[in-house]
């Protein structure tokens, strides 16, 4: 060790304070200013996911899939590349396939946002999508499944009886780095048969 | 053989979890009072820390503590430190952690840490550093001279850095395809080399060189740690359960029965998560002297950065063909690319060579070079991937010389059960190449599809002929299974999840043995709390053959406890009596006997050996903890793996491609893809068919799209992202893709399964440069990737495009 | 130099009304930047490699969003996302060369979010100066891409000057061949700036790849009927299929009488900081049939006074060939 560097021990403390750690629904301490320009717009809003409203505090520039992950405890969404070049972090924002780190919360305010925990029917079954899916063993490592499920749900909204063509167009926004392209393109043609 | 479980498709226990969001990965752990870290990393490829001030960060609200190498243990190069001590050696290598309440403070505080730099020459490109009067990636110099034999892929070079150097006249031979004349650091040789060559009525020598490409897993390597008791608790993106505890224990300085990693799924590993790596450490250090539970998420920059890449190589290889077609010798040259930690697969470079085209005399002459580039480990088939890509056209070549087609030059020197392989020609369980091949011609319609005119519009169609390789098995891990008073079936597992599903696949060898329903049997898996023994890593597409010989194994033990155990309650001896049904009885007499949940109670009223009191000797101390942790609950099963063995197990396929290059464009579609496998039996088709596929799909990547790229005058990298780095997209490969197998069991595996996680990808880059060089008259690139703007390049004549040889730089 | 993934702080406006977007735009001035789809803007604010205090999302004014008929031609909201621009039916139907390159933009997700005003709008791709280093186009004083070493494979072989960043937009070469025209609103109203012009290349403004001037917002693309039905071409050459910028695009309109080309306009995309019009080309082949003779008399005439760079010479010949391929396909 050079004896320029002249560091010390960078801890500020380790007493463990509940209440200076942990807030509300998530993990997660806002600080961003709070003092705010006249315009600007209002941190405290509602959010509908998966049919159902939640109050947030979120900041202004807090990207959908922070909020998803970290405010709502909606840990399903994926984040692999936070820069909208997988679709990892894919939901639907009324019905149509969104990377949710590539939208600004603030964006989404009463629209309908489903995430990949909320395609199971009320009852608790299995989405088609989801069904297909491990019926053609879709997934491998899995991380990128989320995505996956959530756009090709959205696919099916649309075009509920694609060629394997359209399917492959229409998911093709999501990265799969196993390369399970073929099981998942199988998985999409076996949960329109499912739906139809 | 017929079996009851083994070769069926079945609903792997965690798929639901993974299509419906509620499987959980290291990040998606929260724990009460967790604070988020981030790192701060080198700006810079090569320099000295000179002083670090994070006072302004440390005042602000939320942010509760930095670690850096202080706090950490010392390390020595080329080993990859927790956190840069005095020298940084790459662009993006951590140099501390800083811990928010939010990640947002956290992020906020990097921006205020200030850290002082004196700059040092760097070198991206091992030919520069090579090169007389070059600049070297340490200090100390450019090569690792060892001073010990190297190891398998995952273990630590031991020897001392020093400078080797080339005349520039030899880096200019090697430019040009000649063969160079210069220090080697490592290397191995068998058989008559020149005897050999000299009966070849063909030689080819070509120089080459293979690109670097970082792993890019989906799942950054996360990590979210606490201590409890005295414990820690860590929450691990690994690709196994086993193979990380001891280093991981190491680096937080305590016994590994004090660690407790649990790891549920990982979003891919590709070999960049065998083993520990240094950033656990660092979570795990940190969240020690915090005293509260933290989360380190890795963004996908740095995971670009600390997230291990293959090592690319430049080289040069003569092949000798005899008259009848037969590889006679091979002599070869590889300059590997370590980056900073000097991550070496020469040897399987090699390796590959020898074990597909049997040459009767090979050597091998190597350096691995030192650049300051991302640090270097293991990737899927690492050597023996990036041989078969530019293997592939050269052979042909050869063959072409003979005016021999391409698969029948293939079989002719294809391996058999009988064959050797690798410096020692050293034996196989079994190899059935030639019968692989046969299936696949077939299959493919080979001789119709080289047969067809050539010429479609704008686009020239090419066919192509590869082969991938990799040993597929190790021995000696051991099984562990509990039958419980109920009668369910625990299968205990620490091989890690991938998503190759091969945890599962190879428990079903218990059920298999057991002769009971699947459904009855339940994984015990991803937490080392959950008594797992030690296992097969996820890895080196192992786990097949090796995991299914220690749950043979354990399960063998149960099966025989059973037996004694009914045996000393309706006498006579083990040999007199059968299962089925879940119950054990005289095979005379099926009414006398009992089921396995009366046997499993019985089994804890003995004791001793049959409730896992006792156990063997042989077993490896992490299994002596865990069946220590089950003793008394039920009928114990374990065993370590003592069962026959004969060298190395070979997973290797033969793809088969047809390509469309456009000459104007220089894009290539993939019009047809066929893989056969020689990989014994197939024990779980979908899973088979997700890793022919998955590799097929990974071989596309290396033919034609991924690379390392850096810039020669900053060493920045420039592919951090997934953008970037061009990873195959599902618009890039084919619409379908096809594979096959030879289905002929492995003599040396009860269920005769062996893996081919990694030649798929093998097959497949070699099938696919092996069409290229078809499409383009023989032209051979002699480099991987082969992008559009090369073949524009070429079919323009252009005298631009890379100059020889350039690595990380085109 | 930390690895950032989460933006830094700023205020967020969402404005409902256009007049009250521009006067944001005027009060905030240079303080503040404006958000469309936001697709290129969060990975500069992500990384940190600029910032901003303010943020004008124009996202919640509708009037922005849809495509319009007009007397001579229509017109498209800049918010319109790419989705509907290729999917639109009066685009579809009138000027398909529009929807093909807007359907060959990223990804669905992108297209999904991503609108036409962001696309054409969005900043270079060189990707030294996209990791933040001071280089011409950032207020600096040099080009790391324009020298012996640089990795300059994606870079301009036409109208460098100092920088040699092309215009990664797939929409723009199409806009340009449309004789498309941008409708910039300020509070002094609207100024009207033909496609061809309101993009520009560093001669002009090094830090900017539009004319877009501080308080003005791009409200609404015109697109005139001039070319409305004619024969269309386009192609995206690639790396990937997905996710890709253009290493060398092509937007041809042509007039077509018969299997004559009365009028036509090639732009090509990629190979400059703005979309490079071929006005050589199209007076070539004036009056010339289209077919294989004519597009082989083209030759090079495309690639005239192209200047390479160490890694991107291969554009030439590419470039040449797209519009051969424009000429024979039928």
Redesign the interface.
Known sequence: ??P?????????????S?T???SGA????????SS??A???ERLISLSVNGRTRRVDV?????LA?TIR?RL????????????????C?VMIDD????S????T??VKGREIT???G??AANGS?HP??QA??E???????????GQ?V?AAALLIANPNPS??QA??????????????????NGVMRAAELIS | MTFMHIGKDFVPPDVEGKVTGDAKYAEDFRREGMVFARLLTSPMPSGRIVSIDASAALRMDGVVGIITADDLPASKPPANPMLASEYVTYIGQPILAVAATSEHIAENALEQIKVEFERREFVVDPLDSLVEGGPDAYPEGNAMVLTAPEGDENTALVGVIKPVKWPAEEIEKLRRGEEPDGTFTAGWEYGELEAEFAKCDVIVEESFVTAGTPHQCMEPRTSMVYWENGKCYFHASTQSQSAVNNGLAAMLGIPPEDLVVINENTGGGFGSKGTSYPTMGVSGNLARLLNRPVQLRITREEEFYIGIGRPGMQGWIKTGLMADGKVAAVDLIIISDGGPTGQNSASSSAGHVSVLFQPNAMRLRNIPVFTNTTPRGAQRGPGQNEMAAVLAPIMDKAANQLGMDRVAFRRLNAPHSDSGIYQAQSPVTSAFMAEAIDKGAALFDWQAKVSQPRRRGNKIVGVGVGQGYHGAGGYGYDGLVKIHPSGKIDIHSGVGNLGTYSYAATSRTVAEVLQCSWENCEIIRARTDNHLPHSSVQGGSNTIFTHSRANYVAAMDALNKLKEIAAAEFGGTVEEYSIGDERVFRTDDSTKGMTYAQAAQKAIELGGQYSGQQYPEDLNPITQRAVAGVAGTGLIGVAKDNLDRKGTPPGQIIGFMEIEVDIDTGKIEVTDYLAVADCGTVMHPQGFSQQMNGGGVWGIGMAAYERHVYDPQNGLPANVGLYQSKLPTMLDVPVHMASAAADIPDPFNPMGGRGIGEPSQGCAVAAMTSAIADALDGHLFNRVPVTPDMIVNHVAQNSYGPKPLKLNTF | MPSHDVMPDMELYQPLQVEDAVALADRLGSRAWLLGGGQDTYGWLKDRAKTTEAMIDLNGIESLRGVRETADGIEIGALTTLTEVATNTLINERYGLLSSAAGRVASPQIRNAGTLGGNVSQDVRCWYYRRGLDCYRAGGNLCYADTPEGMNREHAIFGASRCVAVNPSDTAPALVALEASMVLTSVDGERIVAAEDYFVGPAIDIENTTALRTGEILTAVRIPSTWANATFYFEKVADRNVWDFALVSMAVAMKMNGSTIEDSRFVCGAVECKPRRLTEVENAVRGRNRDESTAASIAELASRGARVLAHNQYKVPLMDSLVKRALQSA
């Open positions: 060790m050079n320029k560097i002249t560091r010390r021990r960078f801890i500020k403390g380790v007493i463990f509940a200076a750690a942990t998530g993990y997660y301490i806002a600080t961003a200013a705010r320009s315009g600007a717009v900041l202004p520039q807090e990207t922070h970290y405890n909606l840990t399903g969404t994926k984040l692999a590349c936070n820069r909208g070049e997988c679709g990892a894919t149509v396939a969104n990377y780190c590539s939208l600004l603030h964006q995430t990949v925990e395609l199971r299995l999508v989801q899916f491990i053609e063993l879709a997934p491998q490592c899995g991380f990128c499944t989320p499920v756009a394997r063509e492959r167009q229409g998911l093709s926004g999501n990265l799969c780095r196993c390369g399970a392209y073929d099981h998942y393109l």
